[in-house]
């Protein structure tokens, strides 16, 4: 069930200068997934106490493709942002350099 909650990282430079500063991780989840759900996926595929979750709906982007140059819509996607108790980190974030 929590396997399909959790989409994946979410991984910028600025997603990782909030991992390293601030203790809060990005994840994109899916659309249907309360924070209750999302709390418990991630605790129990890290293995982290979560203490606070914020989730941000985002827009539907259009782009035109093709020969005719056709109007295609992405879908909307979900973000998580989730901080973990102070000392805990997730190594997918990880990638070294200055804290």
Known sequence: MNQFVIRKPVITEK??????????????VARTADKNKIKAAVEEMYSVNVIDINTVMRPKKSRRTGQKRVVTFSAK????????????????????GDK
């Open 77 to 96: 996607t979900k973000k998580a942002l989730v901080k973990l108790k102070s000392g805990q980190s997730i190594s997918v974030f990880d990638v070294g």
């Open 15 to 28: 997603t990782l200068q909030r991992a390293n500063l601030e203790n809060i991780y990005t994840f994109e």
